[in-house]
């Protein structure tokens, strides 16, 4: 299985920054695209933040310009730097990882989770 270690969440105030960190191993043939999801207490879960095999980069439109991700390919992690928290920020984040791995013969492509982490911005 394809297994994913978050770190990097914990509780700042309002203003501050965290950084995510999220790394994938195993049977992995090809990385197609990572990226950070967040859960609110009561919400639904939305998309954070993404970033393609190739570099191309998507945002929420709430995080626009103050977080910024990144991936290293060679370590297979993905990185997710928050800047100017605030605390509608808060939330669990959830790593997630579109993997191409093998089954028997055929690849098979498809999203993993990350068991994820807490953030916690106070005002």
């Known amino acids: 299985q394809v297994q994913l270690v978050e770190s990097g969440g914990g509780l700042v105030q309002a203003g501050g920054s965290l950084e995510l960190s999220c790394a994938a191993s195993?049977?992995?043939?090809?990385?197609?695209?990572m990226g950070w999801y967040r859960q609110a207490p009561g919400e639904q879960r939305e998309l954070v933040a993404t970033?393609?095999?190739?570099?191309?980069?998507n945002y929420a439109d709430s995080v626009k310009g103050r977080f910024t991700i990144s991936r290293d390919n060679a370590k297979s992690t993905v990185y997710l730097q928050m800047n100017s928290l605030k605390p509608e920020d808060t939330g669990v984040y959830y790593c997630?990882?579109?993997?191409?791995?093998?089954?028997?013969?055929?690849?098979?492509?498809?999203?993993?989770w990350g068991q994820g982490t807490q953030v916690t911005v106070s005002s």
């Open positions: 997630n990882v579109d993997a191409t791995t093998w089954q028997k013969i055929t690849p098979m492509r498809r999203g993993y």
């Open positions: 195993g049977s992995i043939f090809s990385i197609n695209a």
């Open positions: 970033v393609t095999d190739t570099g191309s980069t």
